[in-house]
């Protein structure tokens, strides 16, 4: 056992120190490799840093009611007769003023991107200070909060970073409304940055919307048990609202950029396939290139199986450098990269390219699987390989 695996390590030896022979065809096959990790980390960083956004916003202390059937809060309508029966259901915390409750609305607004000067929807949101308290990370980083009443709003951090006009202190208008720009706000680096917030009142008188809502949010009085809240909306037959916590809302609205994690992992197939064409043609050369050693080795006695595992070795250590590139060159360029696409209300999220460990560890697999396919068959040649005809095609 021994003398083979000291043969396997001294045939390694000699074909990484062979590479130099074959650098360009060697760098090439590092590169395609290399390429093809790249592109598969950043769609996977894509999806993981959408759906971090999206579920880092929803706590389990809170629950959200919207119109039964309503996928999204842009589609459900919430009338004042129901918020006031709402808050006399069980299950519900209360402090000094009440049941904590807070009736929101949602309606888009147009901003200009600026990485393209594009329009795009943005959320804006209708709520109180209760409202705000509901969301327990809030800060304001620049200027203050609005004033209820008036045409004052503040903008989440992540409007700042990808949008033009939403300074502190400027005026915007949507529609024949003006509104200014009194301060900004973030939380987390969550969905929520991604919005607009003004008086939910002020909202209702310039967009028609009378006492109506989209949603309302409560706390609950234990986090994550809604039953006591659900028994008394499937008792009033006025309630036809569906409840949730807002962890499992936006968890599930964070799932549907799961297409491009699907998406990527296909792009990434098909270029893998080219990427071990080019290696296989690599491989190849290398065993033709190394031919007169290996049957030196083998006339010294070196076992078929060792010329098999030196030479998949080389194609692992080509791929595994490819690898190590392509998550160097995705970890640089789209580790924490600012985007934003359109969320499950049809309005811009902005969000970051999260790179994590496991997504490091698939790219590895990946590279791994390059290397081994593209050696295999080469190995197999290279074990295989008659010693006389060996000599013979170097004379």
């Not at 065809?25 to 950043?42: E, F, G, H, Q």
């Not at 939403?166 to 706000?185: L, Q």
């Not at 994690?261 to 893998?272: D, E, L, P, T």
């Not at 006339?299 to 030196?310: H, P, Q």
Request: proline share 3%.
């Amino acid at each position: 056992m021994g003398s083979l695996i000291s043969q396997i390590a001294t045939v390694t030896v000699m074909n990484i120190r062979s590479l130099p022979r074959r650098l360009w065809m060697s760098l090439a096959m590092v590169l395609a490799s290399a390429v093809v990790v790249a592109i598969l980390l950043a769609f996977l960083a894509m999806a993981k840093g959408f759906e971090t956004t999206m579920s880092s916003a929803g706590s389990d202390r809170v629950a959200m009611l919207m119109r039964e059937g309503a996928a999204a809060e842009l589609n459900s309508v919430v009338t004042r007769d129901q918020v006031n029966l709402v808050e006399d259901l069980p299950g519900i915390a209360s402090d000094k003023d009440g049941p904590v409750v807070s009736p929101e609305l949602y309606v888009i607004v147009d901003g200009i991107k600026k990485s393209t000067g594009t329009e795009a929807n943005i959320p804006l949101r209708g709520l109180d200070s209760r409202g705000m308290a509901l969301r327990g990370n809030v800060q304001l980083t620049r200027g203050r909060s609005f004033t209820p009443g008036t045409n004052e709003l503040i903008v989440g951090e992540g409007v700042l970073r990808e949008f033009d006009g939403f300074d502190v202190g400027s005026e915007v208008r949507f529609g024949k409304n003006t509104w200014r720009v009194v301060g900004a706000f973030s939380t987390g680096g969550n969905v929520f940055e991604s919005e607009l917030w003004a008086d939910a009142k002020v909202i209702q008188s310039h967009y028609n919307r009378g006492s109506s809502f989209q949603t309302i949010r409560v706390q609950l009085q234990k986090p994550g048990d809604l039953q006591p809240l659900q028994q008394g909306i499937d008792a009033d037959p006025r309630l036809n609202l569906d409840v949730q916590t807002e962890k499992a809302y936006f968890t599930s609205q964070g799932k549907q950029l799961q297409y491009m994690a699907i998406f990527g992992r296909v792009i990434s197939f098909i270029m893998a396939l080219g990427a071990l064409a080019g290696a296989l043609n690599t491989m190849y050369t290398s065993v033709a290139d190394r031919a007169r050693e290996i049957a030196t080795l083998r006339a010294l006695g070196f076992s078929n199986f060792s010329a098999f595992c030196g030479t998949i070795a080389e194609a692992l250590v080509l791929a595994i450098a490819g690898g190590l590139l392509g998550s160097a060159a995705a970890f640089l360029f789209f580790d924490g990269l600012n985007a934003s696409t359109l969320g499950g209300s049809f309005t811009q999220v902005v969000f970051r390219f999260e790179m994590s460990p496991e997504l490091f560890v698939q790219g590895a697999m990946l590279a791994l699987v390059i290397g081994f396919v593209s050696g295999f068959f080469p190995a197999w040649r290279a074990a295989r390989l008659p010693v006389i005809v060996a000599f013979r095609q170097t004379t």
